[in-house]
């Protein structure tokens, strides 16, 4: 009798292990889109069996537990790939928006910009006496600034987002470190739940894309999480360390540390994008350098023209607009944004009615001479005075009723200073019309003053000319026209999207690649699953048969009684 | 062993092919609409380069040919005023001749004077020509008058100068690259130095003195200088000729240089709309293609088939 209840038992067991079967292929069904998820399979066992004199009978099938079907290869594979992917993607993202800022190439608001300028300064060659024409190169000129200045901050406001997005992403790290240092707690007191470990594989899988990172797994069942490439722990056991950001939205660099511990270079997204934050050599710094670089290209070169050029009216003071911080210092070392050489400036002093008082010159050499030597210098000449006020040089005619006009500058000093300029300003953000000539359009300098005859004549172009003439001029950066340089500044971001968007499209496959492999392994597929579901549908039924029959049994047995 | 396929996989192909169906379209479909090749500098980074550039040369050149055309303008200018000054040497010339006949009474000469007196005021009166805003003989000094005279107190000119800052200086005006052209005609070389026995105006003053005084010797006297000055007229002439041909042929150049940067600038810049096109229809066939492909591959479960 015992044997046979005992076998009501064997039919219950094979019962239970074919509902545990059904729920897991259930469950699996369930999750086939959840991301992350490792299809898991019941392990059955035979359970053990009894030994009688006929031999060792079975008792039936036990569902020894739940195996989850992953390969720890393939999860390492596809972290470093994906670090990749996401530190090239990163990049081509803002490159392809900073490139956007360039395009389309022939309406360049900059570009245009200069094209019109130079127009308008071809124009006046044509005719220097006309007032209207001189209102419409200042008109473009601060077109040109305000084209220089757009696109500075437009770079400057994408430098921003990404410095923004790298302190969102820092945050989202340092969430997943936490609940990943919790994981490994609740899996030391749950080591074989399934879901957990899903749960900690799809966050460091996460951590990986962010910020590149290596796992292992220790025996007591932890993982201990490495920022890759560099040793330092993120999470270590129910540990997890902060990542903090250091540095400006805008300017500077942006720096990571971990519990003041510097990181070095990291991979991932924010890799990716602190990489073009910070570097000046491919990056959105170096893509501001540039754009000043141009500015400062564009207002010395145009500036170098106009300082020794005369406009219909001239000026009987000018106030320099770039102030020196130390007026004693040697004008080399004096921190001018651009360096004055040993060179000559000729001056000459009209009286009202346009006639030459006098003329003179001096000598600069900016190795030795201070802003206060120049000054007491210009001070001595005949019919000027010249001092120093707040570090900027003021140079006027002794009679306030003369006029000044500037003869060749070898110098550049007048540029360094800013007297006499068409534009103000050192850089892209500072670039604009000169005030004086904006309020006195008559002061643009068209004509050369020709001291030795003692005249300035409001039919020569020269100066005009020569300005016009900048924009075939290879005058900016290592010997390039003005279109030269902004077509070669937009195409070398282009370039650097272009590349990193290839990279972006084999790394895609090769993460494809390796996600496939590893969804073979973890994947859920549905058809496979209802098979099973078939297949322990009948085993419950021929289990449910099988206590059926022990009951007839049983029942045949009772009858007897 | 055959590789698992999950389907998740399946689906996650299916997307991807669709994803990339579109990008594919929605690129070509972007060139097609703004006819432009280039959407942005990493489509084609040298070509944005070159377009950039390419854009600056075409501008500069319509500037150039702008530039041209004003000195075209410029020039032409002085047609008028050289015309006018040669009738009016040509009419004392004549003049003179006459006057000089012995047979000529002193009310003949009175009254050629007189005509000689208009021609000089005619003759003073051009040189105050203007164009727009310049004195056309003012050479660099644009805005002063070029001749000044003084008058007896009888309103008669008496003797003229030039201005004294000079009315020879060139005007240039860069027409293309490197090619400069004098756009303005100098006084003196129109009437001669004020300083030189042959200057316009004083040889007329001295025509109508020496008729006023019917001394036909010294009406005879003028006729060489007469002459001299007349002569001259052709140097300015055969200059702003030379000068006029020479702004035609840049005009002729600039318009095949533009020509020649605008087709360059196109080669880069436009979209072949007819390759495009056949293009759209490969890349819509493709993701029709991927769609009914997905919609296949993800619809069969093992479900319908378990009855």
């Given at each position: 009798?015992?044997?046979?209840?005992?076998?009501?038992?064997?039919?219950?067991?094979?019962?239970?292990?074919?509902?545990?079967?059904?729920?897991?292929?259930?469950?699996?069904?369930?999750?086939?889109?959840?991301?992350?998820?490792?299809?898991?399979?019941?392990?059955?066992?035979?359970?053990?069996?009894?030994?009688?004199?006929?031999?060792?009978?079975?008792?039936?099938v036990l569902a020894a537990g739940l195996a989850r079907l992953r390969e720890g290869l393939l999860d390492t594979q596809w972290r470093l790939d994906s670090e990749d992917l996401q530190f090239a993607s990163a990049r081509a993202r803002v490159l392809e928006q900073v490139g956007a800022l360039f395009?389309?190439?022939?309406?360049?608001?900059?570009?245009?910009?200069?094209?019109?300028?130079?127009?308008?300064?071809?124009?006046?060659?044509?005719?220097?006496?006309?007032?209207?024409?001189?209102?419409?190169?200042?008109?473009?000129?601060?077109?040109?600034?305000?084209?220089?200045?757009?696109?500075?901050?437009?770079?400057?406001?994408?430098?921003?987002?990404?410095?923004?997005?790298?302190?969102?992403?820092?945050?989202?790290?340092?969430?997943?470190?936490?609940?990943?240092?919790?994981?490994?707690?609740?899996?030391?007191?749950?080591?074989?739940?399934?879901?957990?470990?899903?749960?900690?594989?799809?966050?460091?899988?996460?951590?990986?894309?962010?910020?590149?990172?290596?796992?292992?797994?220790?025996?007591?069942?932890?993982?201990?999480?490495?920022?890759?490439?560099?040793?330092?722990?993120?999470?270590?056991?129910?540990?997890?360390?902060?990542?903090?950001?250091?540095?400006?939205?805008?300017?500077?660099?942006?720096?990571?540390?971990?519990?003041?511990?510097?990181?070095?270079?990291?991979?991932?997204?924010?890799?990716?994008?602190?990489?073009?934050?910070?570097?000046?050599?491919?990056?959105?710094?170096?893509?501001?350098?540039?754009?000043?670089?141009?500015?400062?290209?564009?207002?010395?070169?145009?500036?170098?023209?106009?300082?020794?050029?005369?406009?219909?009216?001239?000026?009987?003071?000018?106030?320099?607009?770039?102030?020196?911080?130390?007026?004693?210092?040697?004008?080399?070392?004096?921190?001018?944004?651009?360096l004055p050489v040993a060179g000559t400036l000729a001056l000459g002093v009209f009286d009202g009615a346009g006639t030459m008082v006098s003329s003179s010159s001096v000598a600069i050499d900016p190795a030795t001479m201070s802003l206060d030597d120049l000054a007491a210098a210009l001070d001595a000449?005949?019919?000027?005075?010249?001092?120093?006020?707040?570090?900027?040089?003021?140079?006027?005619?002794?009679?306030?009723?003369?006029?000044?006009?500037?003869?060749?500058?070898?110098?550049?000093?007048?540029?360094?200073?800013?007297?006499?300029?068409?534009?103000?300003?050192?850089?892209?953000?500072?670039?604009?019309?000169?005030?004086?000539?904006?309020?006195?359009?008559?002061?643009?300098?068209?004509?050369?003053?020709?001291?030795?005859?003692?005249?300035?004549?409001?039919?020569?172009?020269?100066?005009?000319?020569?300005?016009?003439?900048?924009?075939?001029?290879?005058?900016?950066?290592?010997?390039?026209?003005?279109?030269?340089?902004?077509?070669?500044?937009?195409?070398?971001?282009?370039?650097?999207?272009?590349?990193?968007?290839?990279?972006?499209?084999?790394?895609?496959?090769?993460?494809?690649?390796?996600?496939?492999?590893?969804?073979?392994?973890?994947?859920?597929?549905?058809?496979?699953?209802?098979?099973?579901?078939?297949?322990?549908?009948?085993?419950?039924?021929?289990?449910?048969?099988?206590?059926?029959?022990?009951?007839?049994?049983?029942?045949?047995?009772?009858?007897?009684? | 062993?055959?590789?698992?396929?999950?389907?998740?996989?399946?689906?996650?192909?299916?997307?991807?092919?669709?994803?990339?169906?579109?990008?594919?379209?929605?690129?070509?479909?972007?060139?097609?609409?703004?006819?432009?090749?280039?959407?942005?500098?990493?489509?084609?980074?040298?070509?944005?380069?070159?377009?950039?550039?390419?854009?600056?040369?075409?501008?500069?050149?319509?500037?150039?040919?702008?530039?041209?055309?004003?000195?075209?303008?410029?020039?032409?200018?002085?047609?008028?005023?050289?015309?006018?000054?040669?009738?009016?040497?040509?009419?004392?010339?004549?003049?003179?001749?006459?006057?000089?006949?012995?047979?000529?009474?002193?009310?003949?000469?009175?009254?050629?004077?007189?005509?000689?007196?208009?021609?000089?005021?005619?003759?003073?009166?051009?040189?105050?020509?203007?164009?727009?805003?310049?004195?056309?003989?003012?050479?660099?000094?644009?805005?002063?008058?070029?001749?000044?005279?003084?008058?007896?107190?009888?309103?008669?000119?008496?003797?003229?100068?030039?201005?004294?800052?000079?009315?020879?200086?060139?005007?240039?005006?860069?027409?293309?690259?490197?090619?400069?052209?004098?756009?303005?005609?100098?006084?003196?070389?129109?009437?001669?130095?004020?300083?030189?026995?042959?200057?316009?105006?004083?040889?007329?003053?001295?025509?109508?003195?020496?008729?006023?005084?019917?001394?036909?010797?010294?009406?005879?006297?003028?006729?060489?200088?007469?002459?001299?000055?007349?002569?001259?007229?052709?140097?300015?002439?055969?200059?702003?000729?030379?000068?006029?041909?020479?702004?035609?042929?840049?005009?002729?150049?600039?318009?095949?240089?533009?020509?020649?940067?605008?087709?360059?600038?196109?080669?880069?810049?436009?979209?072949?709309?007819?390759?495009?096109?056949?293009?759209?229809?490969?890349?819509?066939?493709?993701?029709?293609?991927?769609?009914?492909?997905?919609?296949?591959?993800?619809?069969?479960?093992?479900?319908?088939?378990?009855?």
């Amino acid at each position: 009798m015992s044997g046979l209840f005992q076998l009501l038992g064997l039919g219950s067991g094979s019962l239970a292990a074919a509902q545990y079967a059904q729920a897991t292929a259930g469950n699996n069904v369930a999750n086939a889109a959840t991301p992350g998820f490792s299809r898991r399979r019941v392990t059955l066992v035979e359970a053990p069996p009894i030994r009688l004199p006929v031999g060792a009978v079975g008792t039936g099938v036990l569902a020894a537990g739940l195996a989850r079907l992953r390969e720890g290869l393939l999860d390492t594979q596809w972290r470093l790939d994906s670090e990749d992917l996401q530190f090239a993607s990163a990049r081509a993202r803002v490159l392809e928006q900073v490139g956007a800022l360039f395009g389309p190439a022939d309406t360049t608001a900059l570009g245009t910009a200069l094209n019109r300028f130079f127009d308008a300064l071809g124009d006046l060659a044509g005719r220097p006496e006309d007032l209207s024409v001189r209102a419409v190169v200042l008109t473009e000129a601060q077109a040109v600034a305000s084209a220089f200045g757009l696109l500075r901050d437009q770079v400057e406001s994408v430098e921003q987002d990404v410095s923004a997005t790298v302190a969102d992403r820092v945050a989202e790290v340092n969430g997943l470190s936490a609940r990943i240092a919790a994981l490994n707690g609740d899996l030391t007191l749950h080591p074989d739940d399934a879901s957990l470990a899903d749960e900690r594989d799809r966050l460091i899988d996460r951590l990986a894309e962010l910020i590149g990172v290596r796992a292992a797994t220790r025996e007591d069942g932890t993982v201990q999480v490495l920022v890759n490439g560099t040793g330092i722990q993120l999470v270590d056991g129910l540990r997890a360390a902060v990542v903090s950001t250091s540095g400006t939205p805008i300017g500077g660099a942006v720096s990571l540390a971990i519990d003041g511990m510097t990181l070095g270079e990291v991979g991932g997204e924010i890799g990716g994008l602190l990489s073009l934050r910070n570097s000046t050599t491919e990056g959105l710094p170096w893509a501001l350098d540039r754009i000043d670089e141009m500015a400062r290209g564009l207002i010395a070169g145009v500036n170098r023209e106009h300082a020794s050029g005369s406009g219909l009216a001239l000026a009987s003071s000018w106030t320099a607009t770039e102030i020196v911080t130390d007026p004693a210092a040697a004008l080399d070392t004096a921190g001018l944004w651009h360096l004055p050489v040993a060179g000559t400036l000729a001056l000459g002093v009209f009286d009202g009615a346009g006639t030459m008082v006098s003329s003179s010159s001096v000598a600069i050499d900016p190795a030795t001479m201070s802003l206060d030597d120049l000054a007491a210098a210009l001070d001595a000449l005949p019919d000027l005075s010249a001092s120093v006020t707040g570090g900027r040089l003021v140079l006027s005619t002794a009679n306030p009723a003369h006029r000044l006009a500037f003869g060749q500058d070898s110098s550049d000093i007048l540029v360094a200073l800013g007297i006499n300029g068409l534009f103000t300003g050192t850089d892209a953000h500072t670039l604009a019309a000169s005030p004086a000539l904006l309020a006195s359009p008559s002061l643009v300098a068209t004509a050369r003053a020709d001291l030795t005859a003692g005249r300035v004549s409001p039919g020569d172009a020269s100066a005009a000319s020569a300005m016009a003439a900048l924009r075939a001029s290879t005058f900016l950066g290592s010997g390039q026209t003005p279109a030269q340089f902004l077509g070669t500044l937009g195409g070398d971001i282009g370039a650097a999207a272009r590349s990193a968007a290839g990279r972006v499209e084999t790394l895609e496959t090769v993460v494809r690649v390796v996600d496939e492999q590893r969804q073979a392994i973890s994947g859920v597929n549905v058809d496979e699953e209802l098979a099973e579901m078939v297949r322990y549908q009948r085993a419950y039924e021929a289990s449910a048969r099988f206590i059926r029959t022990v009951d007839d049994m049983i029942g045949a047995l009772m009858d007897i009684l | 062993m055959t590789m698992r396929v999950t389907s998740a996989s399946l689906m996650h192909q299916a997307l991807e092919a669709m994803r990339r169906g579109q990008v594919a379209l929605a690129r070509t479909q972007g060139q097609i609409a703004t006819g432009r090749r280039l959407q942005s500098p990493s489509d084609d980074p040298a070509g944005h380069a070159a377009a950039i550039r390419l854009q600056a040369r075409v501008d500069a050149t319509v500037q150039f040919a702008r530039q041209a055309r004003q000195a075209q303008s410029d020039l032409g200018a002085y047609d008028a005023l050289l015309e006018r000054v040669t009738q009016v040497l040509g009419r004392a010339q004549e003049i003179a001749v006459i006057g000089a006949d012995a047979s000529k009474g002193p009310a003949e000469r009175q009254a050629m004077s007189l005509e000689v007196d208009h021609l000089l005021e005619d003759l003073v009166a051009t040189t105050s020509a203007r164009n727009d805003l310049r004195y056309l003989l003012g050479g660099q000094e644009t805005l002063a008058p070029p001749l000044q005279v003084t008058r007896d107190p009888g309103g008669r000119i008496t003797a003229a100068t030039w201005n004294p800052a000079g009315v020879d200086g060139a005007i240039m005006l860069e027409v293309a690259e490197g090619v400069s052209v004098q756009t303005n005609i100098g006084g003196s070389s129109v009437l001669g130095a004020d300083t030189d026995p042959t200057f316009a105006p004083q040889v007329l003053i001295d025509l109508r003195d020496a008729l006023a005084a019917s001394d036909g010797e010294a009406v005879r006297a003028t006729l060489e200088p007469l002459a001299t000055v007349a002569r001259r007229l052709a140097g300015p002439r055969a200059a702003a000729g030379g000068r006029l041909a020479l702004i035609e042929r840049t005009l002729a150049a600039l318009d095949t240089e533009e020509s020649g940067a605008r087709a360059a600038l196109s080669a880069v810049l436009d979209a072949d709309i007819g390759r495009l096109a056949t293009e759209l229809n490969q890349q819509e066939m493709v993701y029709q293609a991927s769609l009914h492909a997905a919609a296949r591959a993800i619809q069969p479960t093992l479900l319908e088939f378990l009855r």
